[in-house]
């Protein structure tokens, strides 16, 4: 085999990034090298400068080469928590968005696609946005065509929604190198039970029982579908009943049998983490973030959420950065 039959992918670390991004998309790789003999794929970790990064679970990886030594790399991922940005945003962003224009596919796994975003290189591109980011993502970045699929690929651009995502995003690029006898073999490897296509949309908490984790019942599910796509404009449980066809108090009982809250309950928990992605992924006034979730002052929001997570938005707000400041740790990432 050639060097120019061999795809060569760089992972572009920032500190706080998730290891599970990392090993679920090299691991697969790895054993499609093996059971096929020959080095199909290549992969090599980078950093901004080429400096050691530094994982969300507080362990070192040594970087084998800085951005600027990239040109050679087929395709780039970056690998970060959701706050992740360049020490020198000009220079990062300019090499990143120059790497694009040159032919190096360039991807995002989990909180990786905010910086891939905030570099303009995703400029008229879909993205995959992991459920637990999307709050966070719609508010910095209303224009963009956010996705709830596991994988997005376009011909220049690969974005996956989380650690598990980015195995089945490795298992395609292995189905298109070597064909679909070495994916399925790959797979069985891990016990990976199938390879998640493109039009698959991601499994959310919203969407199952809190108790047993099974498909919530029709009614439940396109209530929680209506109050999701209504988090920053409320909408009230008779406005649902009447869109659905049923009374509120249908509403109310399957409500209470499947999920042992009410529906008002449930969307405000709905509302509550939308708003928490904010107040930790954004730097957005607490005002702002109320609107965004539907409250038409912040009194109320802050009532909520302190009901909801035990402090204010403020509070958490000044939590998340002290914990950042004197700890210099990453913010939770997936």
């Known amino acids: 085999m050639t060097d120019q039959d061999r795809i060569d992918i760089g992972f572009l670390l920032f500190d706080g990034f998730p290891m599970a991004c990392l090993t679920s998309v090299i691991e697969p790789l790895r054993a499609a090298n093996e059971i096929a003999g020959h080095q199909a794929f290549r992969w090599s970790l980078v950093s901004e400068r080429g400096q050691k990064v530094q994982s969300s679970a507080g362990v070192g990886f040594e970087a084998d080469r800085a951005l600027a030594d990239c040109r050679n790399i087929d395709i780039?991922?970056?690998?970060?928590?959701?706050?992740?940005?360049?020490?020198?945003?000009?220079?990062?962003?300019?090499?990143?968005?120059?790497?694009?224009?040159?032919?190096?596919?360039?991807?995002?796994?989990?909180?990786?696609?905010?910086?891939?975003?905030?570099?303009?290189?995703?400029?008229?591109?879909?993205?995959?946005?992991h459920w637990c980011y999307e709050a966070a993502f719609e508010a910095e970045f209303p224009d963009m065509d956010a996705r709830s699929e596991v994988i997005v690929r376009t011909v220049?651009?690969?974005?996956?929604?989380?650690?598990?995502?980015?195995?089945?995003?490795?298992?395609?690029?292995?189905?298109?190198?070597?064909?679909?006898?070495?994916?399925?073999?790959?797979?069985?490897?891990?016990?990976?039970?199938?390879?998640?296509?493109?039009a698959v949309r991601q499994q959310v908490p919203n969407a199952t029982a809190p108790r047993t984790g099974d498909r919530l019942p029709p009614l439940v599910s396109r209530s929680v579908?209506?109050?999701?796509?209504?988090?920053?404009?409320?909408?009230?449980?008779?406005?649902?009943?009447k869109q659905m066809g049923v009374?509120?108090?249908?509403?109310?009982?399957?409500?209470?049998?499947?999920?042992g809250h009410s529906p008002s309950h449930y969307y405000?928990?709905?509302?509550?983490?939308?708003?928490?992605?904010?107040?930790?992924?954004?730097?957005?006034?607490?005002?702002?973030?109320?609107?965004?979730?539907?409250?038409?002052?912040?009194?109320?929001?802050?009532?909520?959420?302190?009901?909801?997570?035990?402090?204010?938005?403020?509070?958490?707000?000044?939590?998340?950065?002290?914990?950042r400041v004197e700890d210099n740790a990453p913010l939770p990432s997936v």
């Open 225 to 241: 579908e209506m109050f999701a796509a209504n988090i920053g404009q409320a909408i009230s449980i008779a406005e649902v009943a």
């Open 76 to 129: 780039l991922f970056l690998l970060s928590s959701p706050s992740s940005v360049f020490d020198n945003a000009v220079s990062g962003n300019a090499l990143l968005r120059g790497l694009g224009r040159h032919g190096t596919v360039l991807g995002g796994i989990s909180g990786g696609v905010f910086p891939l975003v905030r570099s303009g290189a995703m400029a008229g591109q879909p993205v995959s946005v």
């Open 156 to 198: 220049t651009r690969y974005t996956a929604a989380g650690a598990a995502a980015g195995f089945d995003l490795a298992l395609h690029l292995v189905h298109d190198r070597l064909g679909g006898d070495i994916a399925h073999e790959v797979a069985c490897w891990f016990q990976h039970p199938m390879m998640r296509g493109a």
């Open 247 to 259: 009374t509120p108090r249908q509403i109310e009982r399957a409500f209470k049998q499947a999920t």
């Open 268 to 323: 405000r928990a709905m509302r509550m983490k939308a708003a928490r992605q904010m107040v930790v992924y954004t730097k957005d006034p607490i005002s702002q973030i109320a609107a965004a979730v539907g409250y038409g002052s912040v009194a109320p929001l802050v009532t909520h959420y302190r009901s909801a997570f035990g402090l204010s938005p403020s509070e958490d707000r000044r939590r998340i950065n002290r914990f």
